[in-house]
């Protein structure tokens, strides 16, 4: 067992974004981007928001917005950009365990992006109670990577990453109650930590609730 191994996910993560003064680019992931753009604004949840790119993309889109993490310091970072753009009124930064956490009410797009982690981290847990968080005729977008970044240096010796059929299968739903928008492993450019680009593909499950459920 390596030493982050037998870290608590929260000491873990908060070393991990106090190492830099920024640990991700900051922009929305192209993901949410495409499968969020063409909905109506309403209530959002980010789960595992991190330093908030993807809240920040969703307030300035005319979203409500609750994002959790478990790092006080991530979400301050989200805190003090989207105070600085005038959108701090319209996000909600919860710091939280996912895995004990539960949402309070139901949402129009409940979003995780890439929450995976070297260290414990109940992942089908959580996206089952992602999905009972959805509102009728809303919308679940889990995104995963499809395959671990090249510049990772943490153990991949566990299970393989998950395909979308996977996490669907993993959420374990009534299919007569939600459609499937998109599951498909989507390639992007991305930039490395030394500035390389490099293609990664991203594993982008998208499910909508019925209206009636
Ligand atoms: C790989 S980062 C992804 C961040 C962000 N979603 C993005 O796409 O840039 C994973 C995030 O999940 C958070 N996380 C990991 N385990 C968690 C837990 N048990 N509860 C809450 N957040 C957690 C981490 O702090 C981190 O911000």
């Known amino acids: 067992m390596t030493d982050h191994e037998q870290q608590s996910p929260a000491s873990f993560w908060e070393s991990r974004y106090r190492e830099s003064d920024?640990?991700?680019?900051?922009?929305?992931?192209a993901?949410?981007?495409?499968?969020?753009?063409?909905?109506t604004p309403g209530r959002a949840l980010d789960l595992g928001s991190g330093e908030g790119g993807d809240?920040?993309?969703?307030?300035?889109?005319?979203?409500?917005?609750?994002?959790?993490?478990?790092?006080p310091t991530a979400l301050e970072r989200g805190r003090l950009t989207a105070d600085s753009a005038d959108l701090g009124d319209r996000i909600s930064w919860i710091e939280a365990d996912l895995a004990t956490w539960i949402p309070d009410g139901e949402f129009d797009l409940v979003s995780a992006h890439f929450l995976h982690s070297p260290v414990e981290l109940p992942r089908e847990?959580?996206?089952?109670?992602?999905?009972?968080a959805v509102a009728p005729s809303g919308v679940l977008l889990i995104v995963g990577h499809g395959a671990f970044p090249p510049w990772s240096t943490h153990r991949h010796d566990g299970p393989p990453l998950p395909v979308p059929d996977d996490v669907l299968a993993s959420l374990g739903?009534?299919?007569?109650?939600?459609?499937?928008?998109?599951?498909?492993?989507?390639?992007?450019?991305?930039?490395?930590?030394?500035?390389?680009?490099?293609?990664?593909?991203d594993a982008v499950l998208a499910l909508r609730r019925a209206v009636s459920v």
Do not use: C, K
Request: charged share 20%.
């Open 22 to 29: 920024r640990a991700w680019s900051g922009r929305a992931n």
């Open 125 to 132: 847990a959580i996206l089952r109670r992602a999905a009972s």
């Open 55 to 71: 809240a920040l993309w969703l307030a300035y889109h005319g979203w409500s917005v609750t994002a959790v993490d478990i790092s």
């Open 173 to 201: 739903l009534s299919m007569s109650d939600w459609t499937v928008v998109t599951s498909a492993m989507v390639d992007r450019d991305a930039v490395s930590p030394s500035g390389e680009t490099v293609v990664m593909t």
């Open 31 to 39: 993901a949410l981007e495409r499968e969020a753009g063409g909905l």
